[in-house]
Protein backbone atom coordinates (compact mmCIF):
# COMPACT_ATOMS: atom_id res chain seq x y z
CA UNK A 1 0.00 0.00 0.00
CA UNK A 2 1.34 3.47 -0.77
CA UNK A 3 -0.04 6.54 0.75
CA UNK A 4 -0.07 9.64 -0.74
CA UNK A 5 -0.47 12.63 2.50
CA UNK A 6 -0.57 16.32 2.31
CA UNK A 7 -0.97 18.28 5.14
CA UNK A 8 -4.15 20.02 4.32
CA UNK A 9 -7.73 18.74 5.43
CA UNK A 10 -8.62 14.81 5.11
CA UNK A 11 -11.48 13.28 3.15
CA UNK A 12 -13.42 11.10 5.18
CA UNK A 13 -16.74 9.80 3.58
CA UNK A 14 -19.08 10.99 0.44
CA UNK A 15 -21.30 11.75 3.08
CA UNK A 16 -19.09 14.71 4.64
CA UNK A 17 -17.05 16.66 2.27
CA UNK A 18 -14.05 19.12 3.28
CA UNK A 19 -11.99 21.46 1.23
CA UNK A 20 -10.13 19.08 -0.52
CA UNK A 21 -9.14 15.71 -1.53
CA UNK A 22 -5.47 16.06 -0.24
CA UNK A 23 -5.28 12.64 1.94
CA UNK A 24 -5.63 8.93 0.12
CA UNK A 25 -4.32 5.60 -0.11
CA UNK A 26 -3.00 3.59 -2.83
CA UNK A 27 -4.02 0.42 -2.56
CA UNK A 28 -2.52 -2.68 -4.77
CA UNK A 29 -4.22 -5.68 -3.48
CA UNK A 30 -6.86 -7.12 -1.33
CA UNK A 31 -8.42 -10.43 0.05
CA UNK A 32 -11.72 -10.21 1.42
CA UNK A 33 -15.43 -11.95 1.42
CA UNK A 34 -19.37 -11.09 0.89
CA UNK A 35 -18.19 -7.57 0.01
CA UNK A 36 -18.05 -5.43 -3.44
CA UNK A 37 -14.24 -4.02 -4.66
CA UNK A 38 -13.45 -1.94 -7.07
CA UNK A 39 -10.25 -1.50 -9.04
CA UNK A 40 -9.63 1.08 -11.12
CA UNK A 41 -6.55 3.49 -12.39
CA UNK A 42 -6.62 5.90 -9.78
CA UNK A 43 -7.56 5.65 -5.55
CA UNK A 44 -10.11 8.26 -5.54
CA UNK A 45 -11.70 6.71 -8.42
CA UNK A 46 -12.08 3.50 -6.94
CA UNK A 47 -13.05 4.98 -3.36
CA UNK A 48 -15.79 6.69 -4.69
CA UNK A 49 -17.26 3.17 -6.87
CA UNK A 50 -17.04 1.62 -3.14
CA UNK A 51 -18.93 4.68 -1.06
CA UNK A 52 -22.14 4.12 -3.75
CA UNK A 53 -21.78 0.27 -2.67
CA UNK A 54 -21.69 1.34 1.04
CA UNK A 55 -24.59 3.48 0.07
CA UNK A 56 -26.22 0.32 -1.60
CA UNK A 57 -25.79 0.24 -4.89
CA UNK A 58 -25.12 -2.64 -6.92
CA UNK A 59 -21.89 -2.85 -9.27
CA UNK A 60 -23.33 -1.34 -11.95
CA UNK A 61 -24.04 1.85 -10.05
CA UNK A 62 -20.55 1.57 -9.10
CA UNK A 63 -18.91 1.28 -11.89
CA UNK A 64 -20.92 4.49 -13.42
CA UNK A 65 -19.51 6.37 -10.12
CA UNK A 66 -16.13 5.17 -11.34
CA UNK A 67 -16.17 6.32 -14.53
CA UNK A 68 -17.84 9.46 -13.79
CA UNK A 69 -15.11 10.17 -10.93
CA UNK A 70 -12.43 9.26 -13.48
CA UNK A 71 -13.15 11.58 -15.68
CA UNK A 72 -12.65 14.37 -13.05
CA UNK A 73 -9.21 12.64 -11.63
CA UNK A 74 -7.39 10.39 -14.58
CA UNK A 75 -8.33 13.33 -17.03
CA UNK A 76 -5.84 11.55 -20.01
CA UNK A 77 -8.01 8.63 -20.20
CA UNK A 78 -11.15 8.66 -17.79
CA UNK A 79 -13.92 11.60 -19.82
CA UNK A 80 -17.00 11.75 -20.59
CA UNK A 81 -15.59 13.22 -23.96
CA UNK A 82 -15.02 9.79 -25.32
CA UNK A 83 -16.70 6.38 -25.14
CA UNK A 84 -16.19 2.67 -24.20
CA UNK A 85 -17.42 -0.75 -23.56
CA UNK A 86 -19.49 -2.60 -20.63
CA UNK A 87 -19.38 -6.05 -20.11
CA UNK A 88 -21.81 -7.33 -17.38
CA UNK A 89 -22.95 -10.62 -15.39
CA UNK A 90 -25.63 -10.46 -13.20
CA UNK A 91 -25.77 -12.63 -10.70
CA UNK A 92 -28.57 -14.93 -12.63
CA UNK A 93 -25.88 -15.77 -15.10
CA UNK A 94 -27.15 -13.39 -17.72
CA UNK A 95 -24.49 -11.67 -20.16
CA UNK A 96 -24.90 -8.00 -21.49
CA UNK A 97 -22.83 -5.34 -22.99
CA UNK A 98 -23.40 -1.19 -23.65
CA UNK A 99 -21.74 -0.21 -26.44
CA UNK A 100 -21.23 3.53 -25.75
CA UNK A 101 -18.33 3.59 -28.77
CA UNK A 102 -17.83 7.22 -30.13
CA UNK A 103 -19.50 7.65 -34.31
CA UNK A 104 -18.29 9.08 -36.83
CA UNK A 105 -19.98 12.92 -37.74
CA UNK A 106 -22.43 13.28 -40.33
CA UNK A 107 -20.27 15.30 -42.13
CA UNK A 108 -17.14 12.60 -42.11
CA UNK A 109 -15.99 10.96 -45.43
CA UNK A 110 -14.07 8.09 -46.46
CA UNK A 111 -10.89 10.38 -47.14
CA UNK A 112 -10.94 13.51 -45.35
CA UNK A 113 -7.50 13.06 -44.11
CA UNK A 114 -6.03 12.56 -47.05
CA UNK A 115 -4.29 15.41 -49.17
CA UNK A 116 -4.32 15.73 -52.67
CA UNK A 117 -1.36 13.29 -53.58
CA UNK A 118 -3.89 10.86 -51.42
CA UNK A 119 -1.25 10.66 -49.05
CA UNK A 120 -2.56 9.89 -45.25
CA UNK A 121 -1.92 12.57 -42.92
CA UNK A 122 -2.32 11.02 -39.59
CA UNK A 123 -1.62 14.34 -37.97
CA UNK A 124 -4.99 15.55 -38.63
CA UNK A 125 -6.86 12.25 -37.62
CA UNK A 126 -4.98 12.05 -34.26
CA UNK A 127 -4.42 15.92 -32.90
CA UNK A 128 -7.04 19.00 -33.37
CA UNK A 129 -10.99 19.01 -33.70
CA UNK A 130 -10.98 16.93 -36.98
CA UNK A 131 -9.95 13.99 -34.64
CA UNK A 132 -13.08 14.31 -32.67
CA UNK A 133 -15.70 11.33 -32.70
CA UNK A 134 -19.01 11.89 -31.15
CA UNK A 135 -18.48 11.07 -27.52
CA UNK A 136 -20.60 8.38 -26.36
CA UNK A 137 -19.93 7.98 -22.64
CA UNK A 138 -22.41 10.08 -20.71
CA UNK A 139 -24.94 8.23 -23.28
CA UNK A 140 -23.62 4.89 -21.65
CA UNK A 141 -23.37 6.21 -18.27
CA UNK A 142 -27.06 6.47 -18.65
CA UNK A 143 -28.03 3.45 -20.72
CA UNK A 144 -26.47 1.42 -17.52
CA UNK A 145 -29.42 3.04 -15.47
CA UNK A 146 -31.75 -0.01 -16.22
CA UNK A 147 -29.47 -2.18 -14.18
CA UNK A 148 -28.59 -0.10 -11.38
CA UNK A 149 -30.05 1.00 -8.29
CA UNK A 150 -29.69 4.16 -7.47
CA UNK A 151 -30.81 7.04 -9.30
CA UNK A 152 -28.17 9.14 -11.51
CA UNK A 153 -27.73 12.23 -9.51
CA UNK A 154 -26.34 9.89 -6.38
CA UNK A 155 -24.17 8.16 -8.84
CA UNK A 156 -22.37 11.88 -10.28
CA UNK A 157 -21.68 13.35 -6.99
CA UNK A 158 -18.54 12.29 -6.17
CA UNK A 159 -17.71 13.16 -9.03
CA UNK A 160 -18.98 16.84 -8.49
CA UNK A 161 -16.81 17.43 -5.34
CA UNK A 162 -14.04 16.12 -7.06
CA UNK A 163 -13.83 18.49 -9.21
CA UNK A 164 -15.40 21.33 -7.31
CA UNK A 165 -13.18 21.02 -4.32
CA UNK A 166 -10.00 20.02 -5.96
CA UNK A 167 -7.64 16.72 -5.62
CA UNK A 168 -3.64 16.29 -4.96
CA UNK A 169 -2.11 14.77 -8.07
CA UNK A 170 0.10 12.33 -8.22
CA UNK A 171 3.59 12.21 -9.21
CA UNK A 172 2.27 10.21 -12.07
CA UNK A 173 -0.40 12.38 -13.41
CA UNK A 174 2.13 16.12 -12.55
CA UNK A 175 4.71 14.13 -14.73
CA UNK A 176 1.93 13.72 -17.85
CA UNK A 177 0.65 17.18 -17.08
CA UNK A 178 4.21 19.10 -17.40
CA UNK A 179 5.20 16.89 -20.53
CA UNK A 180 1.83 17.69 -22.33
CA UNK A 181 1.80 21.26 -21.42
CA UNK A 182 3.22 22.38 -25.59
CA UNK A 183 0.07 20.21 -26.75
CA UNK A 184 -2.28 21.98 -24.33
CA UNK A 185 -0.99 25.52 -25.37
CA UNK A 186 -0.98 24.45 -29.34
CA UNK A 187 -4.41 23.13 -29.49
CA UNK A 188 -6.15 25.33 -26.93
CA UNK A 189 -6.47 29.16 -27.40
CA UNK A 190 -8.08 30.07 -24.34
CA UNK A 191 -7.15 29.49 -20.62
CA UNK A 192 -7.83 25.97 -18.66
CA UNK A 193 -7.00 23.94 -15.34
CA UNK A 194 -4.41 22.00 -16.79
CA UNK A 195 -1.79 24.74 -17.78
CA UNK A 196 -0.04 26.95 -15.17
CA UNK A 197 2.59 28.95 -15.50
CA UNK A 198 4.76 26.53 -13.25
CA UNK A 199 5.72 22.97 -13.39
CA UNK A 200 3.06 20.99 -11.76
CA UNK A 201 4.27 18.65 -8.98
CA UNK A 202 3.30 15.63 -6.83
CA UNK A 203 0.68 17.44 -4.34
CA UNK A 204 -0.53 20.37 -6.34
CA UNK A 205 -4.29 20.71 -6.17
CA UNK A 206 -6.49 20.20 -9.85
CA UNK A 207 -9.56 22.32 -9.58
CA UNK A 208 -12.13 21.22 -12.42
CA UNK A 209 -14.55 24.68 -12.01
CA UNK A 210 -16.11 24.01 -15.45
CA UNK A 211 -15.57 20.94 -15.40
CA UNK A 212 -17.91 20.73 -12.16
CA UNK A 213 -20.56 22.86 -13.62
CA UNK A 214 -20.67 20.19 -16.56
CA UNK A 215 -21.41 17.12 -14.35
CA UNK A 216 -24.07 19.58 -12.27
CA UNK A 217 -25.87 19.82 -15.99
CA UNK A 218 -26.07 16.10 -16.47
CA UNK A 219 -27.24 16.15 -13.27
CA UNK A 220 -29.69 18.23 -13.43
CA UNK A 221 -31.32 17.68 -17.10
CA UNK A 222 -29.86 14.26 -17.69
CA UNK A 223 -28.94 13.23 -21.05
CA UNK A 224 -29.88 16.37 -22.68
CA UNK A 225 -27.73 18.06 -19.90
CA UNK A 226 -25.07 16.52 -22.34
CA UNK A 227 -25.77 16.17 -25.53
CA UNK A 228 -28.14 19.09 -25.73
CA UNK A 229 -28.66 22.90 -24.18
CA UNK A 230 -25.23 24.44 -23.14
CA UNK A 231 -22.80 21.86 -23.01
CA UNK A 232 -23.53 20.65 -26.60
CA UNK A 233 -23.24 24.46 -27.72
CA UNK A 234 -20.08 24.84 -26.07
CA UNK A 235 -18.87 21.88 -27.81
CA UNK A 236 -19.95 22.57 -31.52
CA UNK A 237 -18.47 26.06 -30.95
CA UNK A 238 -15.14 24.28 -29.99
CA UNK A 239 -15.14 22.31 -33.17
CA UNK A 240 -15.91 25.83 -35.02
CA UNK A 241 -12.68 27.07 -33.66
CA UNK A 242 -11.15 24.86 -35.87
CA UNK A 243 -11.76 22.39 -38.57
CA UNK A 244 -14.27 20.69 -36.56
CA UNK A 245 -17.29 19.08 -37.95
CA UNK A 246 -19.44 17.90 -35.04
CA UNK A 247 -22.58 19.54 -34.87
CA UNK A 248 -26.19 19.76 -32.80
CA UNK A 249 -27.11 17.39 -35.15
CA UNK A 250 -24.79 14.92 -33.98
CA UNK A 251 -24.92 15.31 -30.36
CA UNK A 252 -28.65 15.06 -30.56
CA UNK A 253 -29.03 11.91 -32.37
CA UNK A 254 -26.43 10.05 -30.96
CA UNK A 255 -26.97 6.32 -29.72
CA UNK A 256 -25.88 3.48 -27.12
CA UNK A 257 -25.91 -0.03 -28.99
CA UNK A 258 -27.03 -2.90 -26.63
CA UNK A 259 -25.62 -5.63 -27.60
CA UNK A 260 -25.70 -10.08 -27.41
CA UNK A 261 -22.02 -10.27 -25.43
CA UNK A 262 -19.22 -12.73 -27.54
CA UNK A 263 -19.46 -15.66 -25.06
CA UNK A 264 -17.52 -19.09 -25.72
CA UNK A 265 -15.49 -22.03 -23.71
CA UNK A 266 -11.89 -22.30 -22.74
CA UNK A 267 -11.23 -25.22 -21.00
CA UNK A 268 -14.50 -25.48 -19.38
CA UNK A 269 -14.77 -21.44 -18.43
CA UNK A 270 -17.35 -19.22 -19.89
CA UNK A 271 -15.73 -16.53 -21.21
CA UNK A 272 -17.72 -13.33 -21.97
CA UNK A 273 -16.65 -10.46 -23.86
CA UNK A 274 -16.92 -7.91 -26.40
CA UNK A 275 -18.34 -8.27 -29.53
CA UNK A 276 -17.80 -5.99 -33.17
CA UNK A 277 -16.80 -2.89 -33.09
CA UNK A 278 -14.54 -4.36 -30.72
CA UNK A 279 -12.17 -6.36 -31.82
CA UNK A 280 -10.87 -7.71 -28.79
CA UNK A 281 -13.27 -10.40 -28.44
CA UNK A 282 -13.30 -12.00 -31.84
CA UNK A 283 -9.28 -11.60 -30.78
CA UNK A 284 -9.46 -12.92 -27.84
CA UNK A 285 -11.62 -15.67 -29.33
CA UNK A 286 -9.29 -16.67 -31.53
CA UNK A 287 -6.01 -16.65 -29.33
CA UNK A 288 -7.42 -18.44 -27.12
CA UNK A 289 -8.64 -21.47 -29.20
CA UNK A 290 -5.43 -21.74 -31.63
CA UNK A 291 -3.24 -22.07 -28.55
CA UNK A 292 -5.27 -24.52 -26.90
CA UNK A 293 -4.54 -26.86 -30.00
CA UNK A 294 -0.97 -26.94 -28.40
CA UNK A 295 -2.23 -27.58 -24.70
CA UNK A 296 -0.57 -24.51 -22.92
CA UNK A 297 -0.37 -25.47 -19.84
CA UNK A 298 2.46 -28.37 -20.40
CA UNK A 299 4.49 -25.68 -20.48
CA UNK A 300 5.71 -23.05 -17.85
CA UNK A 301 4.95 -19.48 -18.00
CA UNK A 302 6.83 -17.34 -19.97
CA UNK A 303 8.86 -20.29 -21.40
CA UNK A 304 10.39 -20.38 -24.91
CA UNK A 305 7.75 -22.62 -26.33
CA UNK A 306 4.31 -21.37 -24.47
CA UNK A 307 5.59 -17.24 -25.43
CA UNK A 308 6.14 -18.98 -29.35
CA UNK A 309 2.69 -20.14 -29.27
CA UNK A 310 0.66 -17.34 -27.80
CA UNK A 311 2.94 -15.03 -30.14
CA UNK A 312 1.87 -17.18 -33.27
CA UNK A 313 -1.63 -17.28 -32.28
CA UNK A 314 -1.39 -13.04 -31.83
CA UNK A 315 -0.15 -12.82 -35.51
CA UNK A 316 -3.04 -14.86 -36.95
CA UNK A 317 -5.45 -13.22 -35.47
CA UNK A 318 -4.09 -9.58 -35.61
CA UNK A 319 -4.22 -10.78 -39.78
CA UNK A 320 -7.92 -11.47 -39.74
CA UNK A 321 -8.06 -7.69 -37.34
CA UNK A 322 -7.13 -5.84 -40.51
CA UNK A 323 -9.39 -7.22 -42.99
CA UNK A 324 -12.16 -8.51 -41.42
CA UNK A 325 -13.37 -6.47 -38.77
CA UNK A 326 -15.16 -3.10 -38.21
CA UNK A 327 -18.80 -1.88 -37.20
CA UNK A 328 -21.33 -4.58 -37.37
CA UNK A 329 -24.08 -2.32 -39.11
CA UNK A 330 -21.58 -1.36 -41.92
CA UNK A 331 -20.33 -4.37 -42.80
CA UNK A 332 -21.05 -8.33 -42.88
CA UNK A 333 -20.29 -9.88 -39.23
CA UNK A 334 -18.03 -13.02 -39.69
CA UNK A 335 -17.24 -13.55 -35.89
CA UNK A 336 -18.58 -16.94 -35.82
CA UNK A 337 -16.52 -18.01 -38.96
CA UNK A 338 -13.19 -16.54 -37.85
CA UNK A 339 -13.94 -17.84 -33.94
CA UNK A 340 -15.04 -21.56 -35.47
CA UNK A 341 -12.78 -24.53 -34.98
CA UNK A 342 -12.95 -25.93 -38.50
CA UNK A 343 -11.60 -22.02 -39.49
CA UNK A 344 -9.01 -21.92 -36.92
CA UNK A 345 -7.59 -25.47 -37.22
CA UNK A 346 -6.79 -24.57 -40.77
CA UNK A 347 -5.04 -21.03 -39.60
CA UNK A 348 -2.97 -22.95 -37.06
CA UNK A 349 -1.14 -25.17 -39.97
CA UNK A 350 1.80 -23.46 -40.75
CA UNK A 351 2.52 -23.53 -37.13
CA UNK A 352 6.23 -24.51 -36.03
CA UNK A 353 7.98 -24.86 -33.51
CA UNK A 354 11.46 -24.94 -35.34
CA UNK A 355 11.04 -21.69 -36.87
CA UNK A 356 8.73 -18.02 -36.50
CA UNK A 357 5.99 -17.54 -39.29
CA UNK A 358 6.70 -14.14 -41.66
CA UNK A 359 3.85 -12.21 -41.21
CA UNK A 360 4.04 -12.24 -45.19
CA UNK A 361 2.61 -15.75 -45.11
CA UNK A 362 -0.63 -14.51 -43.43
CA UNK A 363 -0.90 -10.59 -44.83
CA UNK A 364 0.52 -8.12 -46.41
CA UNK A 365 3.67 -6.48 -45.28
CA UNK A 366 3.15 -2.55 -44.24
CA UNK A 367 5.54 -0.64 -42.72
CA UNK A 368 4.12 1.38 -39.46
CA UNK A 369 4.70 3.71 -36.48
CA UNK A 370 5.13 2.73 -33.01
CA UNK A 371 3.10 5.46 -30.55
CA UNK A 372 1.79 5.65 -27.14
CA UNK A 373 -1.65 4.50 -25.77
CA UNK A 374 -3.53 5.68 -23.06
CA UNK A 375 -7.20 3.71 -22.01
CA UNK A 376 -8.52 3.16 -18.71
CA UNK A 377 -10.43 -0.42 -16.98
CA UNK A 378 -12.68 -0.62 -14.19
CA UNK A 379 -13.31 -4.21 -12.43
CA UNK A 380 -15.96 -4.92 -10.23
CA UNK A 381 -17.82 -7.13 -8.10
CA UNK A 382 -20.70 -6.30 -5.42
CA UNK A 383 -21.71 -8.87 -2.52
CA UNK A 384 -24.66 -10.20 -4.57
CA UNK A 385 -22.58 -11.67 -7.10
CA UNK A 386 -23.02 -8.80 -9.98
CA UNK A 387 -19.59 -8.16 -12.31
CA UNK A 388 -18.99 -5.69 -14.43
CA UNK A 389 -15.46 -5.04 -16.90
CA UNK A 390 -15.44 -1.57 -18.83
CA UNK A 391 -12.54 -0.08 -20.67
CA UNK A 392 -13.34 3.20 -21.64
CA UNK A 393 -10.86 6.04 -23.82
CA UNK A 394 -10.16 9.06 -25.56
CA UNK A 395 -7.61 6.76 -28.00
CA UNK A 396 -4.16 8.71 -27.33
CA UNK A 397 -3.26 10.47 -24.18
CA UNK A 398 -5.54 13.61 -23.43
CA UNK A 399 -7.18 12.40 -26.64
CA UNK A 400 -7.49 15.34 -29.03
CA UNK A 401 -5.69 17.44 -26.65
CA UNK A 402 -7.91 19.79 -26.83
CA UNK A 403 -10.54 20.76 -24.04
CA UNK A 404 -13.83 22.16 -24.54
CA UNK A 405 -13.93 25.95 -23.40
CA UNK A 406 -16.32 26.90 -20.65
CA UNK A 407 -17.28 22.88 -19.92
CA UNK A 408 -14.10 21.51 -19.03
CA UNK A 409 -13.27 18.47 -20.76
CA UNK A 410 -10.87 16.78 -22.79
CA UNK A 411 -12.10 15.36 -26.71
CA UNK A 412 -11.38 12.56 -27.85
CA UNK A 413 -9.42 11.70 -30.97
CA UNK A 414 -11.17 8.12 -31.41
CA UNK A 415 -11.12 9.32 -35.57
CA UNK A 416 -7.90 7.50 -36.15
CA UNK A 417 -8.78 4.24 -35.00
CA UNK A 418 -11.02 4.36 -38.72
CA UNK A 419 -8.61 3.12 -41.61
CA UNK A 420 -7.04 7.05 -42.28
CA UNK A 421 -6.48 5.29 -45.77
CA UNK A 422 -6.58 1.19 -45.84
CA UNK A 423 -3.64 -0.11 -45.48
CA UNK A 424 -1.96 2.90 -43.57
CA UNK A 425 -1.36 1.80 -40.24
CA UNK A 426 -3.08 4.14 -36.98
CA UNK A 427 -1.04 5.43 -34.29
CA UNK A 428 -1.15 2.06 -32.42
CA UNK A 429 0.26 0.49 -35.46
CA UNK A 430 -2.63 -1.28 -35.93
CA UNK A 431 -3.88 -1.77 -40.11
CA UNK A 432 -7.04 -1.30 -41.14
CA UNK A 433 -8.80 -2.07 -44.48
CA UNK A 434 -12.09 -1.27 -45.97
CA UNK A 435 -14.19 -2.81 -43.14
CA UNK A 436 -12.77 0.00 -41.06
CA UNK A 437 -13.21 2.83 -43.57
CA UNK A 438 -14.64 6.27 -42.60
CA UNK A 439 -18.44 6.52 -42.91
CA UNK A 440 -21.20 8.60 -41.22
CA UNK A 441 -22.29 7.63 -38.00
CA UNK A 442 -20.18 4.76 -37.90
CA UNK A 443 -18.51 3.22 -35.03
CA UNK A 444 -14.74 2.96 -35.36
CA UNK A 445 -13.10 -0.50 -34.99
CA UNK A 446 -11.33 -0.85 -31.03
CA UNK A 447 -9.13 -3.00 -29.24
CA UNK A 448 -10.72 -2.67 -25.92
CA UNK A 449 -11.05 -6.19 -24.41
CA UNK A 450 -13.48 -5.80 -20.97
CA UNK A 451 -14.16 -9.54 -20.19
CA UNK A 452 -15.53 -11.24 -17.35
CA UNK A 453 -14.76 -15.13 -17.21
CA UNK A 454 -17.31 -17.48 -15.73
CA UNK A 455 -17.79 -20.93 -13.88
CA UNK A 456 -20.63 -22.59 -13.67
CA UNK A 457 -22.71 -19.40 -14.90
CA UNK A 458 -21.20 -17.22 -11.85
CA UNK A 459 -18.03 -14.90 -12.33
CA UNK A 460 -14.69 -15.91 -11.87
CA UNK A 461 -12.31 -13.29 -13.39
CA UNK A 462 -13.13 -9.71 -14.35
CA UNK A 463 -10.13 -8.29 -16.49
CA UNK A 464 -9.19 -5.36 -19.01
CA UNK A 465 -5.95 -3.20 -19.38
CA UNK A 466 -5.62 -0.22 -21.42
CA UNK A 467 -2.94 -0.37 -24.39
CA UNK A 468 -4.35 -0.05 -27.43
CA UNK A 469 -3.34 -2.86 -29.35
CA UNK A 470 -1.64 -4.33 -26.60
CA UNK A 471 -4.78 -4.76 -24.98
CA UNK A 472 -6.37 -8.32 -26.20
CA UNK A 473 -2.78 -9.99 -26.11
CA UNK A 474 -2.64 -8.74 -22.01
CA UNK A 475 -6.27 -9.89 -21.53
CA UNK A 476 -5.44 -12.81 -23.25
CA UNK A 477 -2.00 -13.77 -21.23
CA UNK A 478 -4.04 -12.71 -18.03
CA UNK A 479 -6.79 -15.79 -18.81
CA UNK A 480 -3.98 -18.15 -19.70
CA UNK A 481 -1.73 -16.91 -16.79
CA UNK A 482 -4.49 -18.20 -14.52
CA UNK A 483 -6.48 -20.95 -16.01
CA UNK A 484 -3.01 -22.64 -17.28
CA UNK A 485 -0.44 -21.58 -15.49
CA UNK A 486 -2.30 -21.43 -11.99
CA UNK A 487 -0.56 -18.20 -11.44
CA UNK A 488 -2.94 -15.83 -8.46
CA UNK A 489 -3.96 -12.61 -9.72
CA UNK A 490 -0.92 -10.60 -8.05
CA UNK A 491 1.53 -12.79 -10.02
CA UNK A 492 -0.70 -12.58 -13.23
CA UNK A 493 -1.39 -8.79 -13.25
CA UNK A 494 2.45 -7.98 -12.05
CA UNK A 495 4.60 -10.23 -14.20
CA UNK A 496 6.15 -9.14 -17.39
CA UNK A 497 3.86 -9.26 -20.68
CA UNK A 498 5.34 -9.67 -24.42
CA UNK A 499 3.07 -8.20 -27.30
CA UNK A 500 2.59 -9.09 -30.82
CA UNK A 501 0.01 -7.66 -33.71
CA UNK A 502 1.49 -9.08 -36.73
CA UNK A 503 2.56 -5.97 -38.79
CA UNK A 504 5.35 -4.70 -37.25
CA UNK A 505 7.05 -8.11 -37.63
CA UNK A 506 8.71 -7.48 -33.62
CA UNK A 507 7.64 -8.90 -30.69
CA UNK A 508 7.41 -6.43 -28.00
CA UNK A 509 8.86 -7.66 -24.24
CA UNK A 510 8.04 -5.72 -21.56
CA UNK A 511 11.10 -4.91 -18.87
CA UNK A 512 12.44 -7.70 -16.90
CA UNK A 513 10.96 -10.57 -19.09
CA UNK A 514 13.24 -13.38 -19.40
CA UNK A 515 16.26 -12.86 -21.26
CA UNK A 516 16.91 -16.86 -22.28
CA UNK A 517 13.37 -16.64 -23.47
CA UNK A 518 14.19 -14.09 -26.03
CA UNK A 519 17.53 -15.02 -26.79
CA UNK A 520 15.74 -18.22 -27.03
CA UNK A 521 13.03 -17.35 -29.94
CA UNK A 522 15.02 -14.90 -31.73
CA UNK A 523 17.09 -18.03 -32.34
CA UNK A 524 14.32 -19.32 -34.03
CA UNK A 525 13.76 -16.24 -36.10
CA UNK A 526 11.62 -13.89 -33.98
CA UNK A 527 12.47 -10.09 -33.89
CA UNK A 528 12.85 -8.76 -30.05
CA UNK A 529 11.73 -5.55 -29.07
CA UNK A 530 12.40 -3.87 -25.79
CA UNK A 531 8.91 -2.00 -24.11
CA UNK A 532 9.21 -0.11 -20.87
CA UNK A 533 5.51 -1.12 -19.94
CA UNK A 534 3.02 -3.13 -21.56
CA UNK A 535 -0.59 -2.05 -19.87
CA UNK A 536 -2.11 -1.88 -16.85
CA UNK A 537 -4.03 -5.05 -15.93
CA UNK A 538 -6.87 -4.77 -12.82
CA UNK A 539 -8.39 -8.17 -12.25
CA UNK A 540 -10.55 -9.82 -9.65
CA UNK A 541 -10.39 -13.42 -9.17
CA UNK A 542 -13.64 -15.16 -7.03
CA UNK A 543 -12.93 -18.54 -5.65
CA UNK A 544 -15.45 -21.62 -5.05
CA UNK A 545 -15.79 -20.34 -1.95
CA UNK A 546 -16.92 -16.77 -2.88
CA UNK A 547 -13.14 -15.22 -1.58
CA UNK A 548 -12.19 -12.43 -3.32
CA UNK A 549 -8.49 -11.64 -4.65
CA UNK A 550 -8.36 -8.36 -6.03
CA UNK A 551 -5.47 -6.61 -7.85
CA UNK A 552 -4.62 -3.26 -8.95
CA UNK A 553 -1.85 -3.27 -11.34
CA UNK A 554 1.66 -1.87 -10.13
CA UNK A 555 2.40 -0.25 -13.17
CA UNK A 556 0.65 3.12 -12.40
CA UNK A 557 -1.26 4.54 -9.74
CA UNK A 558 -3.88 2.10 -9.81
CA UNK A 559 -5.55 0.72 -6.60
CA UNK A 560 -8.25 -1.33 -4.90
CA UNK A 561 -11.50 0.17 -2.74
CA UNK A 562 -13.68 -2.23 -0.40
CA UNK A 563 -17.07 -1.00 0.22
Known amino acids: MKKILIAITLLTTYGTYFSQFVSFNIVKEVK ?26 NAYDAIVATQYALAVVYPQAGNIGGGGFLVGVQNNGEAFTIDYRETAPRKASRDMYLDKKGNANTDLSQNGRLA ?49 KEYFQKHNKTSNAFVKNESWKSGDILIQKELAETLKLIQKAGLKGFY ?67 NLEKYQHNSTPAVQIMVEAERRAFADRAEYMGD ?23 FSFNKATLSSEVGKIIQQPKESKETTHISVIDKEGNAAAVTTTLNGLYGSKVVVSGAGFFLNNEMDDFSVKPGVPNMFGAVGGEANAIQPHKRMLSSMTPTIVMKNRKPYMIVGTPGGTTIPTSVYQSIVD ?27 FEKNFP ?7 EKLGYKGERWGQLGRTEMILIDDNGNIHAVADGRGDDSVAVE
Open 32 to 57: VKNKGVVVSAHPLASEAGAKILKMGG
Open 328 to 350: PDFIQDKTSYLTSEEYLKNRWKT
Open 228 to 294: EGKTAELLVAEMKKGNGIITLEDLKNYKVAERKALEFDYKGNQIVSMPLPSSGGILLAQMLKMSGFE
Open 515 to 521: ETTIMDL
Open 482 to 508: VVDFKLNANTSVNSPKFHHQWLPETVA
Open 132 to 180: VGIPGSVAGFFATLKYCKLPMNQLIQPAIELAEKGFAITEQEANLLNSS
